[in-house]
């Protein structure tokens, strides 16, 4: 106590001093009113500086969790933007994204490139494509071939530097096909009329289809993988006995300008082929 009590006598002086200024200062800007509103403005001005200076540092404290939060919002709007764009791309019938996706179905298989050298397909009767690769590029019957549209058709004849594909638009042609996004499948046929449509038998009646489903290549063959796209739905009609569907396809494939395709080399389909020869000698 006695220390505080020095420390007061003997700094006294400079105590009375400062409060002396106090209320000097206090009297000036309470009793004139210009010296006030200095006060408050220049007062008010400092507390915004404070107020500022203590906003910024929190909100840089809290950088991280905004970041992070910022982060996994763009994130999820990417998946979002691609998801959209692929379903917009399949809605206007874009045939980049139609081509691209026939790529990514493939990406398992190995994809031998050829040029078609002979186009015969028309409108109304059976026709053929040739292709410049043969036997000697490791070309073999029932192949299946695609093109940027989707599928084209199957390998028939080989011969060592060329081969005969037998397109969907043939009527000796039939191929797997189903409803993408459900397990009901049937045939793909062609009976004549234009290159651009054919028809699907054999489709439950129980099945849920509409005009614009997507037709794509079922998996059940060697000779084509799963999802492959081969057209779209255009109408659904039933079929001659009643008993299923029949459904009118506009096909992906446009034969009258068609030139580069890929043989897909399906793996092990020489080991399922012996398998099938084999199970059908037992009947």
Known sequence: MQILLDFLRRYNYIFLFVVLEIVSLTLLFRFNDYQGSVWLTAAGEGAAQLNRAYTE?????????????????????????????????????????????????????????????????????????????????????????????????????????????????????????????????????????????????????????RAGNIIETSGYSSVFPPGIFVGRVHRVSNSSDGQSYRLDVVLGTDFSNIRDVNVVITPYKAEIDSLRAKADSLK
């Open 57 to 209: 540092t929190e909100s840089f404290f809290n950088l991280r969790d905004i970041n992070g939060a910022l982060t996994d919002d763009n994130l999820r709007l990417q998946r979002e933007n691609a998801s959209l764009r692929d379903a917009l791309a399949e809605a206007l019938h874009d045939s980049t994204h139609t081509e691209r996706r026939v790529l990514q179905e493939l990406g398992g298989y190995r994809l031998l490139p050829a040029r078609v050298v002979s186009n015969n397909v028309r409108s109304g009767g059976d026709g053929y494509l040739v292709l410049d690769r043969g036997s000697a590029d490791g070309i073999r019957p029932e192949m299946g071939v695609v093109g940027g549209g989707g599928v084209v058709g199957i390998i028939y004849l080989v011969g060592p530097r060329h081969s005969l594909v037998l397109p969907v638009t043939n009527s000796k042609s039939s191929i797997s096909c189903c409803v993408r996004g459900s397990h009901y499948f049937g045939y793909l046929l062609w009976d004549g009329g234009s290159t651009r449509k054919a028809h699907v038998d054999d489709v439950p009646r129980y099945a849920k289809v």
